[in-house]
């Protein structure tokens, strides 16, 4: 299939509304096919709702065959079938489900690379028979874990040191064999958890414990006072109110 024989491109990413990458990627795909399709660009740094309403437009006037390009860099396959199959399920809804094609640059950042791949008919997908998600992937599972820990990445704490401690964390943990498996832990790093001012704070489920970790000391202590021996460690534990 061309370019001529869809009715619509849309151009579906993160950060394509305002900043640095935004500008380079709309400023290269307006001096390649014009500023017009600048309106074909859909920002989804905030969710795929803008996506989906987009898309739902195009199936309601009739804009079809309808290619969407994912220029997110972070894309991978089954984030592509995850897409896929949220546009078939849409499609469904208009009778229209084997006109919906999803295509992905090797250069997401580069709106030539994007613009490249219109016109490679034999790198789309379309969005019948999507594959179910793979049994044996990574992504496809709840990691195996006992405890969850929240690390907070927030500004006032990383400021304070947070990121080596919880990069030491996470090695100590693996070292102990601790890391994402049963009786282990499971460690997500979060945004500001509020408590700034008795930071690095990092808070560890079951249990709901705020903690407040200043240096590579109460690491050691948490991981084999509270994650390995399940115990507790009162002068690490923050204040209430
Ligand atoms: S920045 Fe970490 S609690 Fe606010």
Known sequence: MSDL???????????????SFAEL???????????????????VTAGPAPLWQRVRECLALGELPLLVLDVDPQTSS??????????????????AADQLFVASPREASSAASACELIDQPQRHLDCADVPSLPET???SHIPR??????????????????????????ANLKAAGRLECDGGA???RTQCQFPCDQGPTLS?????????????????????EVLIAGGE?????????
């Open 5 to 19: 024989q869809y009715a619509r491109v849309l151009f579906a990413g993160p950060d394509l509304e305002q900043g």
């Open 233 to 241: 460690v009162p002068n690490l534990i923050q204040k209430e109110g």
């Open 145 to 170: 874990h006992t405890y969850r820990v929240l690390a907070c990445a927030g500004p006032r704490c990383v400021r304070r040191g947070a990121l080596p401690l919880w990069k030491l964390l996470r």
């Open 204 to 224: 560890v489920y079951p249990g709901g414990r705020w903690y407040r970790i200043a240096n590579e000391e109460d690491v050691v202590c948490l991981v084999n």
């Open 186 to 188: 499971h460690i997500t």
């Open 137 to 139: 992937h990574a992504w």
């Open 78 to 95: 089954p984030q592509l079938d995850w897409l896929r199959s949220e546009l078939h399920r849409i499609a469904q809804e208009y009778e």
């Open 25 to 43: 990627f709309c400023r290269e795909l307006a001096d390649l096919r014009g500023a017009e399709t600048l309106d074909d660009v859909v920002d």
